[in-house]
């Protein structure tokens, strides 16, 4: 029997799911996250864009064949309103050696409410040297 | 007589005059162009995020130092609601030789509107290998 499709009432609760999807390796719950939009874009650490349902699956595909992805989103900056939200954080990648130090992965991920609940319309990870600063954004009040 | 903030009445008028600032290295004209909101993100190529207005200012103003950056946005993918919009593209950096080929920049702008007509509220932008590729994305449809 086909499950329904999963609502996501909140943008962290979508969140959540978009990473937890990541680190278990499924392709079909990362993929039901995406709204239903030919113009949704994927850009991986890489530099690789990617546009729409099938370049973004296969993507997450060739990604997955090596196993899931451990990533811990950290240091948060949200905005929002009624039918959008923009997060911006760090991406703190796991590997088998630990966190790694020497990059840290920055991402932009943006979401927009549908009558299906939220979904993501852009995943922007870019690589940055070094060990992300915690001092430099610790003090910013989130609302 | 300090002028009046001037109104954006469409995405494309506001990213048009991000880009021209840009170019004319005009540290009080790019930053009239963001929203007043504590948690603006400004992400560079080389991976520094920047949060908040006093920060982005002095980013900017860093990289005015040397002068405007002329830069010639294409492959625009766009999904936009009534409250705001996300730009994907590709900007094209120009350099005294001319358009650079050994990397190109990918670059996420998120728009959202104000009572003051529309502002920005994230700019990322990162490296990535080589030179685009035209093919792999110019059938895409706009809508």
Chains 1, 2 share one sequence.
Request: glycine share 6%; with cysteine.
């Amino acid at each position: 029997m086909p499950k329904a499709r999963k609502q996501f009432g909140s943008v962290d609760d979508i969140e959540h799911a978009f990473y937890d999807a990541i680190g278990r390796a499924d392709l079909d719950a990362l993929m039901e996250l995406w709204a239903d939009d030919e113009e949704i874009v994927c850009i991986h650490p890489d530099g690789t864009r990617l546009i729409g349902f099938a370049a973004i699956r296969a993507s997450w595909a060739d990604i997955f064949a090596t196993g899931g992805v451990h990533i811990h989103p950290v240091q948060l900056h949200a905005s929002q309103n009624m039918m959008s939200a923009v997060h911006n954080l760090i991406e703190e990648v796991s590997s088998p050696e630990g966190v790694q130090r020497d990059v840290h992965i920055v991402a932009t991920n943006v979401y927009v409410k549908t009558p299906a609940g939220w979904r993501i319309v852009v995943h922007h990870a870019s690589a940055a040297p070094g060990k992300h600063d915690v001092q430099k954004v610790s003090t910013t009040i989130l609302h």
